[in-house]
């Protein structure tokens, strides 16, 4: 079929937006048009984050550190709300511990890029 992109993440088929609308029309079983889907992510615990944030602003090394694996320990990192994990990291950061804090961003990163390419249903 001309035109016709199939997108293996989504397992859907779509049509582009180049005037396939009666063709699509004849031919609609099953399909659907592409439009951009905010995809879901898990926020964490907005108490949690906010105590996070009091013990990196306390300065409490092991207790950020604890309390960060805590957080994400029950979650794949690519399903992680990006703005919980900017929080993470940024109170590791605030605590000296930048390469731990690195590492998980570059975790992080490469899991949300896994989820966002192969992932077949989120």
């Known amino acids: 079929m001309p035109g016709l992109y199939y997108l293996f993440w989504k397992q859907r ?8 609308d009666s063709y699509a029309n ?5 399909f659907i048009y592409c439009r951009p889907v905010k995809s879901a992510y898990h926020r964490l615990s907005a108490t949690h984050l906010l105590a996070l944030g009091q013990l990196a602003e306390k300065g409490n090394l092991a207790e950020t ?3 960060s694996a805590m957080l994400v320990q029950p979650v794949a990192l690519g399903w992680i709300e990006p703005v919980d994990a900017a929080e993470i990291i940024k109170s590791l950061q605030q605590v000296g511990l930048q ?9 992080i990163v490469k899991a949300h890029l896994l989820r966002a390419n192969f992932v077949l249903a989120s």
Do not use: H, I, N
């Open 13 to 20: 088929f779509c049509w582009p937006a180049t005037g396939l």
């Open 26 to 30: 004849k031919y609609r079983a099953g």
């Open 65 to 67: 550190a604890l309390l």
């Open 99 to 107: 390469s731990v804090a690195d590492q998980l961003a570059e975790d």
